[in-house]
């Protein structure tokens, strides 16, 4: 049985790094509900504290009232100037209690990346591939999951036409440009009915991470279906995920769909790394000029109301969509290009991000 007043003393356990008074303390904490079934909700009513401390509070909150033994769930809201903001909407259901989490399923694996979106067509795949790359040329050791049920499309953005081999009962990822990748596009056939996809990823998923050699990795990138579906449920289940790249585009259709995923990654206790604003702006190459085609400040509104960071504004770019087409990504084909630098600019981001969250601390196990 969960009460308040554990989950209160947990929360007493979170300080604002600013002014280092715990969260309890200062009255952050309102509307704290403890459900029959141990669902736990509250919201974080933040005042003048930075973006980067709220993400901070916000993640470790989650984390610890997560870790107390019994609750099955957690959503943390926030609100700021005393005003609490209501949920997001849209998550489907409830969250499951956790599940086992072996993370010695990949135990050589040191971080693990969810590329999502509200939305599909925005840019996943493209910044899902294009982050492996400029991650990798950073020096890092990379590999990345196409799990992409409907539209799995980063073989051919990566230009492999390889099969995974086998080796000793386990699969071997195909290599592209000195990643390693796995697609669910090659386990299963083109013409099979999309109806039939859904319940396969929980397997596939599972499959991925029990079955493949991926040895020593510094990141597995995952590109995600859009929406808010059983793959994102699923990975959170089988792994810890370190975090979540979230993408959109900077118009307001776009950005409510991305409200409903990140509430959903949200009630998952999966900690957002970020926001990421692709299609954000097209630049003139003969002029310079700077055109918003899409809108204008999206990614950046999001990314405040949720306490997150803009992790990168990515340009619209013919030759990043060609290079997609043509499986040479934009961070290899065009590496000296101000596209690709804004990829660049990403991986830096995130390795920060990682190095933030990480410094945490490590969290006590959930029994
Ligand atoms: N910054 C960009 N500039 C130009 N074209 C882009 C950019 N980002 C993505 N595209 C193009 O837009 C299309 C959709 O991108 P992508 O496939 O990466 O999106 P997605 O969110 O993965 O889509 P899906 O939901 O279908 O999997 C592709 O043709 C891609 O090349
Ligand atoms: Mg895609």
Redesign the pocket.
Known sequence: MVTREAVLEALRGVRDPEGQQDIVALGLVQDLSVTEDAQVAFTLTFTTQSPKSRATMHSMAARLVGALPGVANVQVRMGSGGAARPAPQGAAGHAPAPAARPADLIPEVRHTIAVS?GK???????VAVNLAVALQQGGATVGIIDS?VY?P?VPMMLGSRGRPGMFDNKILPVEAHGIKMMSIGLLVNDREPLVWRGPMIHSFIQQMLRDVMWGALDYLVFDMP?GTGDAQLSLSQVIPLSGVVM?TTPQEVALLDVRKAIGMFQKLNVPMLGIVE??SYFMAPDTGTRYDIFGEGGGRRIAEEYGVPLLAQ?????E??AG??EGSPITIRRAGSPQAKAFRELAEAVRGRLGELAALGPLPTIS
């Open positions: 979106s599909g067509g925005v840019g996943k795949s493209t992409d539209g499309d859009p993408v692709n299609m990515i340009p619209l770019d013919p990043t969509r997609g087409d």
